[in-house]
C-alpha cells in the first residue's frame, strides 16, 4: 500500500486570519470616514443598521464601563496570550484538513483585528447595529462575527466530532 501525503494547509489557515483581518479593518475604516462618531444611519428601518460607536470593553460591552486602568490592559494582554496560542497550534497542527483550525483561523483574524483598534485607540470600532422588536442588540463589527463563527464551529466539533480513536476502536 502507498502512503499518500497528505497537503498541509497551514498557510490557508493564515491567510484566512489575514483576510478577516484586512476586511475587518477596511469596514471599520469605511465607517469612520462615512458616519461621525456616535451616529447611525438606518439601512432597513426598525431591524439593522449602521453605526459609528467605540467599545472600550469587551465583547457585548462588557466591562466598558469599568473605571479600572486595568481592564483595557488585561484586555490586551489576553488578546496578545491567544493569539499567541493559536499561532502555535495552527502551526504545530497536523497535515490535512481540520474544522477546528478553520474556526482558530477565524477567532485570529477578529482577535488581530479588534487587538489593533485597541492598541491604536484605545477602544474597538463597532458599527453593525441590529434590532428585535423592542430588543436591541449590543453593536458588534466584522472581527466580532468571525470570533462567534469560530467559537460556534469549535464547539459544534467538540460536540458532534466522531473521533479518529473511537471509530478506530469499534473497528
Known sequence: MV??????YRGHYYLIAIVVFALDQATK????RNIPL????AIIPGF???????????????????SSTYAPKLLIAFAFIVLTAIFVVLWRSGKGFALSNLALALIMGGAMGNLLDRLRIGSVIDFLMFKFGSYYYPDFNVADSAI???SLLLIAELFFHKSETADSERA
Open 148 to 150: 462567534v463563527v469560530g
Open 48 to 66: 439593522f443598521g449602521l453605526s459609528h460607536v467605540l467599545n472600550p470593553g469587551a465583547a457585548f460591552s462588557l466591562f466598558a464601563d469599568s
Open 38 to 41: 456616535n451616529r447611525s444611519v
Open 3 to 8: 502512503a499518500i501525503e497528505r497537503r498541509s
Open 29 to 32: 475604516l469605511a465607517i469612520v
